[in-house]
């Protein structure tokens, strides 16, 4: 069993800066992909970042690449999504999630996730 607990989400003004934080604990492994997810109001969830734990292979949505940048701490067991340059439309809960690695896999694949956290609110401010 794995278990994701996100902090760091807030009330920001648009073009600042925000870390959240994604803490593991359980049967994480080197296997494992970190992601991070967010739902607006009304909106479908969507995928925004991910990394493959071991090799550090970052992935992105075409909406956050050059303003966000995921990463992972090992000996914290803990990944981050540094986001920049903020804008309204990332006002969302922000998730962060966990899959195996697995042939053919895909890192936007939601429904592939099979761990998550209680989610992160995010509100931009214009």
């Known amino acids: 069993q794995v278990q994701l607990v996100e902090s760091g989400g807030g009330l920001m003004q648009a073009g600042d800066s925000l870390r959240l934080s994604c803490a593991t604990s359980?049967?994480?492994?080197?296997?494992?992909?970190m992601g991070w997810f967010r739902q607006a109001p009304g909106k479908e969830r969507e995928f925004v970042a991910a990394i493959i734990w071991s090799a550090g292979i970052t992935y992105y949505s075409d909406s956050v690449k050059g303003r966000f940048v995921i990463s992972r701490d090992n000996a914290k067991n803990t990944v981050y999504l540094q986001m920049n340059s903020l804008k309204p439309e990332d006002t969302a809960v922000y998730y962060c999630a966990a899959r195996r690695v697995v042939p053919g896999w895909a890192p936007g694949a939601e429904r592939e996730y099979g761990y998550w956290g209680q989610g992160t609110q995010v509100t931009v401010l214009s």
């Open positions: 359980g049967r994480t492994d080197s296997s494992y992909v």
